[in-house]
């Protein structure tokens, strides 16, 4: 802003110095005639070039906020382990769809390239279709350059499950109990889920625990009791859900399948 007045105010007095010189007539007066008009001609060409320095340098810097930024965003998960595999998808600052990216053994993302520069919106996944919900995270994408962002699981996981029995009687409950810890600093609504599957696979039942407000930074216990099965081979799988207040949802966060199954005699 300086510059622009500097070289206006120089401009206008070696403009206006002219008229003003036209009226000195004596010798004496004439004598430093010259000399003002020559520090005026000087002034006035000192202006234009401050001017036009003003006008480039607000030219870049107008035109730099549109140049494309590049983003790359790497993501760690438990005990700081980088997570790998892992799914992070891309929305923009109004939660247009982007596109999802996979990370790599350093738990990074390849690039997403010649993004407008300012807000984004990512989310991070565990890997596969039906994925748990780690967390989501807001950044800002840089015009020209690349930006790299770290992102952390946010949601609650499965610290410790109990073994469940191999084999069990016709008709008996199951009852399994799993430790859940929350690594955000925010409290999260949480429940635990307990699915049975028939051998065949198809899903034949699940149970809730109790809901409960897990604060941040804290563990829990959980206890899901199943009903009484029939006679048959089943796979048991657990999973963590919590409740999203802005979108009324809940949400897996963490999931795990017992690869070994379940006999009921």
Same mark, same amino acid.
């Given at each position: 802003?300086?510059?622009?007045?500097?070289?206006?105010?120089?401009?206008?007095?070696?403009?206006?110095?002219?008229?003003?010189?036209?009226?000195?007539?004596?010798?004496?007066?004439?004598?430093?005639?010259?000399?003002?008009?020559?520090?005026?001609?000087?002034?006035?060409?000192?202006?234009?070039?401050?001017?036009?320095?003003?006008?480039?340098?607000?030219?870049?810097?107008?035109?730099?906020?549109?140049?494309?930024?590049?983003?790359?965003?790497?993501?760690?998960?438990?005990?700081?382990?980088?997570?790998?595999?892992?799914?992070?998808?891309?929305?923009?600052?109004?939660?247009?769809?982007?596109?999802?990216?996979?990370?790599?053994?350093?738990?990074?993302?390849?690039?997403?390239?010649?993004?407008?520069?300012?807000?984004?919106?990512?989310?991070?996944?565990?890997?596969?279709?039906?994925?748990?919900?780690?967390?989501?995270?807001?950044?800002?994408? #840089?015009?020209?350059?690349?930006?790299?962002? /770290?992102? *952390?699981?946010?949601?609650?996981?499965?610290? !410790?499950?109990? %073994? &469940?029995?191999?084999?069990?009687?016709?008709?008996?409950?199951?009852?399994?109990?799993?430790?859940?810890?929350?690594?955000?600093?925010?409290?999260?609504?949480?429940?635990?889920?307990?699915?049975?599957?028939?051998? #065949?696979?198809?899903?034949?039942?699940?149970? /809730?625990? *109790?809901?409960?407000?897990?604060?941040?930074? !804290?563990?829990? %216990? &959980?206890?899901?009791?199943?009903?009484?099965?029939?006679?048959?081979?089943?796979?048991?799988?657990?999973?963590?859900?919590?409740?999203?207040?802005?979108?009324?949802?809940?949400?897996?966060?963490?999931?795990?399948?017992?690869?070994?199954?379940?006999?009921?005699?």
């Amino acid at each position: 802003m300086l510059t622009w007045l500097n070289g206006l105010s120089l401009i206008v007095g070696g403009v206006a110095i002219g008229p003003i010189l036209e009226a000195l007539k004596s010798p004496f007066e004439q004598f430093w005639q010259s000399r003002i008009r020559k520090f005026f001609r000087l002034a006035f060409i000192v202006g234009l070039v401050l001017i036009s320095i003003a006008a480039q340098t607000w030219v870049l810097r107008s035109g730099k906020s549109d140049v494309p930024g590049h983003l790359r965003v790497c993501a760690i998960g438990v005990g700081s382990i980088p997570a790998n595999p892992a799914t992070l998808v891309l929305y923009t600052e109004d939660w247009t769809y982007i596109g999802p990216k996979t990370t790599d053994s350093q738990g990074c993302t390849k690039l997403w390239e010649n993004l407008r520069p300012g807000q984004y919106n990512v989310e991070f996944y565990s890997p596969g279709r039906d994925g748990s919900w780690w967390g989501s995270d807001q950044i800002k994408v #840089e015009p020209s350059v690349v930006t790299k962002v /770290l992102v *952390e699981r946010k949601m609650p996981y499965f610290r !410790t499950v109990s %073994p &469940l029995p191999n084999r069990i009687k016709r008709r008996d409950s199951i009852l399994a109990s799993v430790e859940v810890a929350n690594p955000s600093p925010n409290g999260w609504e949480t429940r635990a889920n307990l699915q049975i599957k028939a051998a #065949e696979k198809y899903l034949l039942a699940d149970a /809730l625990s *109790e809901e409960i407000l897990l604060e941040g930074n !804290t563990a829990a %216990p &959980l206890t899901v009791e199943f009903p009484r099965l029939e006679v048959g081979h089943y796979r048991i799988s657990y999973s963590i859900e919590a409740f999203l207040p802005w979108s009324k949802q809940w949400v897996k966060t963490d999931d795990l399948v017992r690869q070994d199954s379940l006999e009921v005699q």
